[in-house]
C-alpha cells in the first residue's frame, strides 16, 4: 500500500508487489513499481481496511469492480507498469453474496485481457456459508479455488500450496 515499504522491499530482491489498494492509498506506489519494472497486482477494495467491512453497498458488484479495476489499469500503463495482474478483493469491502457473485461472473474480467489472481483461501466468504473457523476451512477453500479457475482465474493465492496444486491439476486435466 506504500510506495516507501515497496521501495525497500524490492531493493531487497522482490520481484513482485500485490498491492490492496491499486496505488490509490499512495500517489507514488504506480511510480515506485514502473521504475522496478516488476509485475504489479492491483487489487479492488471499498473502503479502507478499517471500515471496508461495514455494510458494504453496490448497485452491481460486478459492473463495479470492473470499472474499477479497468480504470486502475489505465493508471498503471500511463504510469509506465507492464505487467498488471488484476484481483477482484474477495473480503475486501464484500459481503458473502457479493463475493459469490464476482466469483460466478470471474469470466466477465477476462475482456480486461489480463491475468487474474484470486485470493479466497480460508475467508470469512467460505467460513461463513459453512459455519467453521479458518483452520477448518480447507475443504472449501479447495471447492472455492477450483470454482474460480473453472470461471477464468489464471493465479490462485493460496495458503494450502499441496491442495492448491492438486486442485489446478485435476482442473487442467478435466479441462484438456
Do not use: W
Amino acid at each position: 500500500v506504500h510506495a516507501l515499504v515497496a521501495k525497500q522491499v524490492l531493493d531487497t530482491g522482490v520481484h513482485m508487489i500485490n498491492d490492496i489498494s491499486a496505488g490509490t492509498m499512495d500517489s507514488q506506489m504506480i511510480s515506485t513499481v514502473s521504475t522496478y519494472k516488476v509485475p504489479y497486482i492491483i487489487m479492488h477494495m471499498q473502503g479502507t481496511p478499517a471500515d471496508m467491512q461495514k455494510e458494504p453497498v453496490y448497485e452491481n458488484v460486478t459492473l463495479q469492480v470492473y470499472d474499477f479495476l479497468r480504470e486502475r489499469i489505465e493508471a498503471c500503463r500511463a504510469g509506465g507498469i507492464t505487467d498488471t495482474i488484476i484481483d477482484v478483493g474477495f473480503g475486501f469491502g464484500k459481503n458473502v453474496k457479493q463475493n459469490y457473485t464476482l466469483l460466478r461472473n470471474l469470466k466477465y474480467f477476462s475482456h480486461l485481457n489480463l491475468p487474474i489472481l484470486v485470493g479466497a483461501s480460508r475467508k470469512s466468504m467460505i467460513c461463513k456459508v459453512l459455519g467453521v473457523n479458518p483452520d477448518k476451512a480447507l475443504n472449501g477453500t479447495t471447492v472455492v479455488n477450483t470454482l474460480a479457475l473453472m470461471n477464468g482465474a489464471n493465479v490462485l493465492r493460496v495458503h494450502d500450496v499441496k491442495e492448491a496444486t492438486e486442485a489446478i491439476r485435476i482442473f487442467k486435466t478435466y479441462s484438456n
